[in-house]
């Protein structure tokens, strides 16, 4: 059987950030009972449909704020998908949670139902920084988190930092990083911020109100950040992520090998191995296509042959599965030998040396087949 995964987008906030460009909403908590029960309805005539030989072993309920829904409505989800579909004994159950919004007991619960991945949404530990973000919460909270999370039980705990946010130092990051290493999490995910056409944010870069910092200084945070984690012990098994052995994301693993995984929520974003697919971006939508018993796909795209080549080079840029020694054949001779120095070759794969994984787009962008 074929590995998959399972991604749910839950598109509920208690209060929407500034910098965020996924479909969520805000204040409208009221309405979550409705759209569990439409979720399950879109499980369910997935599953009437479903005809692969897929066996799943990844759920990940992201958003939004997916902790927002109670334990009870997270086991009625989690319940349906088990039914449905083929499942390995020990799934990985991933929920993102943002600090300062349950209590040990409502992780205690959602343990007990299943969850045994917690990805915590710090994004960093400096006031002025989580105040710039808009976000809600304070440092006291983010170690309340982690420490109510490991109480409930939950195994593997992730922690989500950002970088590039405007007026942060390398030392600050650095700082940052010292202290979410020293609570020993599992992994840890670092990402670039970047200003997203249509947020807030991206309305304060333009107008110059908000600097971001200079690319050099963008470049040394992520070299040195990815430096200090793999020193402190972290496998770097793709750009922006790092775990202790055997604590890699199983989802994310899917992703970057291209297996195929199923989405439901409004907005969410599914793959079958050929075509892509994308839900509507509304909730009103999102409720209206279901209560008719049809499926709330808005379009999906067929990957073409060429597709297909550029994904697996981008992606195995990305990670330290490299690139498949079938696709060489494929690839530009003088292109590789250009970047000879910087790749090595393990297991009948060429890959990117970690220390250079900063240039993994420019790189990918001579290998791929335009």
């Not at 202790?244 to 199923?262: A, S, V």
């Not at 796909?297 to 697996?312: A, G, P, R, T």
């Not at 000879?340 to 070759?345: F, H, I, P, T, V």
């Amino acid at each position: 059987m074929t590995p998959a995964g399972i991604y749910i987008h839950i598109p509920f906030c208690r209060q929407i950030c500034n910098y965020c460009d996924y479909f969520t909403t805000e204040k409208r908590e009221k309405e979550i009972p409705h759209f569990v029960a439409m979720l399950l309805q879109e499980i369910e005539l997935t599953a009437s449909e479903f005809n692969h030989n897929w066996q799943f072993d990844s759920i990940y309920l992201g958003g939004g704020s997916p902790a927002q829904l109670s334990p009870i409505e997270l086991e009625g989800i989690i319940h349906k998908l088990k039914k449905q579909f083929s499942h390995s004994n020990n799934m990985e159950i991933t929920l993102e949670i943002n600090p300062g919004e349950n209590s040990l007991e409502e992780l205690q619960s959602c343990r007990e139902i299943g969850v045994n991945r917690a990805s915590l949404g710090f994004q960093t530990l400096d006031s002025k920084l989580l105040k710039l973000l808009t976000r809600t919460h304070i440092l006291d909270d983010c170690i309340a988190l982690y420490e109510n999370a490991r109480d409930a039980g939950i195994e593997n705990i992730s922690i989500d930092m950002l970088y590039n946010i405007p007026g942060q130092t390398v030392k600050g990051w650095l700082n940052d990083l010292e202290t979410v290493v020293e609570m020993q999490p599992d992994h840890i995910a670092m990402y670039s911020l970047t200003a997203e056409e249509g947020t807030p944010f991206y309305t304060d870069i333009q107008n110059g109100n908000l600097p971001l910092p200079e690319n050099p200084i963008e470049c040394e945070m992520f070299i040195q950040g990815s430096r200090y984690l793999r020193d402190c012990g972290f496998n770097q098994y793709e750009i922006s992520h790092f775990a202790n052995k055997g604590m890699e994301c199983l989802q994310n693993i899917h992703y970057w090998k291209r297996d195929p995984y199923l989405a439901f929520g409004p907005s969410a974003h599914g793959f079958d191995g050929e075509k892509r697919y994308w839900n509507v971006a509304s909730l009103e939508k999102y409720s209206e296509i279901l209560s008719q018993n049809n499926l709330p796909i808005q379009d999906s795209e067929i990957l073409s042959s060429e597709d297909i080549l550029n994904e697996i080079v981008i992606n195995g840029l990305r990670t330290n599965l490299g690139i498949p020694t079938s696709c060489f054949d494929n690839l530009g001779d003088i292109s590789i030998q250009k970047w000879e120095n910087y790749l090595e070759r393990e297991n009948g794969s060429l890959v990117l040396k970690p220390e250079y994984f900063h240039l993994a787009d420019e790189i990918a962008a001579d290998l791929m087949i335009w």
